[in-house]
């Protein structure tokens, strides 16, 4: 599988945006797609993540109730809605698969999300 992830950009506090993780080949019942993000000079950490088969979500605390992930199985592709965007959000956005919740196999590249105060 190859994810392909964008819709990053820069934006002011208290902006929404939405990615996109667009995935080539097959996704299996067991997979979970996830975002995590990451800046410069620390981890990769987890934001959100979604079953490809049941849907079920899961979010990293500092997620829930400002970001939102869904999937369309039509279009192979999996979301991230970002809503009242905070400076602190700026990072590195990545797609992964994999069949933890928390964590990911396969990689795409990432896309850059700045928000301005």
């Known amino acids: 599988v190859q994810l392909q992830a964008s819709g990053g950009g820069l934006v002011q506090a208290g902006s929404s945006l939405r990615l996109s993780c667009a995935a080539s080949?097959?996704?299996?019942?067991?997979?979970?797609v996830g975002w995590f993000r990451q800046t410069s000079g620390q981890e990769r950490e987890f934001v959100a993540s979604?079953?490809?088969?049941?849907?079920?979500?899961y979010y990293a605390d500092y997620a829930k109730g400002r970001f939102t992930v869904s999937r369309d199985n039509a279009e192979n592709t999996v979301y991230l809605q970002l809503n009242n965007l905070k400076p602190e959000d700026t990072a590195a956005y990545y797609c992964?698969?994999?069949?933890?919740?928390?964590?990911?196999?396969?990689w795409g590249q990432g896309t850059l999300v700045t928000v301005s105060s």
């Open positions: 979604i079953r490809w088969r049941s849907s079920r979500t």
């Open positions: 080949g097959r996704l299996y019942s067991s997979h979970v």
């Open positions: 992964g698969v994999g069949t933890d919740p928390y964590s990911a196999n396969y």
